[in-house]
C-alpha cells in the first residue's frame, strides 16, 4: 500500500515539473532614469509618500513617491520623463513609478475633497534623482 502512494506522489511530482517548466516566465520591464523631470497624467488607485496631503495636492522636497496602476478597471497612466534618456509611457495600465529624491507638486483625487472619480486622478510634475519604471 506504501508503495503505491509513493508511486503516485512520484508520478505527480514529475508531472508538476513538467507543468512548471512549459510555463512562460513573465519579466517586467524595468527602466532607470537619473536626474530627470518627470509628468505623470492619468488615474490610480495608489500613490505612497510621506509628506502630508493638502486638500489633494502636496508639495514634495527631497522624498520617495511611488505610483502604482496595477491594471483595475479605469486605471491607465501616462508618464513623460526627461532628459537624461526620453521615457514615454502612454495608457500603461498595469505600471509602477518609484522616485528617489522627488522635488515637485503632486495632485490625487483620493485627498481631493473636490475632485472625487473612481479611480482617483493623478497629476505630477517633479524633478527625481533616481527614477525606477516597472512595466
Known amino acids: 500500500m506504501k508503495t503505491g502512494y509513493r508511486l503516485v506522489g512520484l508520478v505527480v ?8 517548466n512549459s ?12 536626474n530627470s523631470v518627470v ?20 508639495f514634495v522636497y527631497n522624498k520617495e513617491v511611488i505610483i502604482q496602476a496595477n491594471g483595475a478597471e479605469g486605471e491607465k497612466i501616462n508618464a513623460l520623463i526627461l532628459p537624461s534618456k526620453i ?14 529624491g522627488a522635488k515637485g507638486l503632486f495632485f490625487w483625487g483620493e485627498k481631493s475633497l473636490f475632485f472625487h472619480n473612481v479611480p482617483p486622478r493623478i497629476f505630477a510634475f517633479c524633478k527625481a534623482v533616481d527614477i525606477w519604471v516597472s512595466y
Not at 13 to 20: G, K, R, S, V
Not at 39 to 51: E, F, M, Q, R
Request: proline fraction near 2%.
Open 23 to 34: 510555463m512562460p516566465i513573465v519579466n517586467a520591464n524595468t527602466d532607470h532614469f537619473t
Open 87 to 100: 521615457g514615454f509611457y502612454f495608457g500603461q495600465e498595469n505600471i509602477f513609478i518609484q522616485m528617489e
Open 13 to 20: 511530482a514529475i508531472f508538476c515539473l513538467f507543468l512548471l
Open 39 to 58: 509628468l505623470v497624467i492619468g488615474k490610480c488607485n495608489t500613490v505612497s509618500t510621506t509628506a502630508l496631503w493638502l486638500f489633494g495636492f502636496k
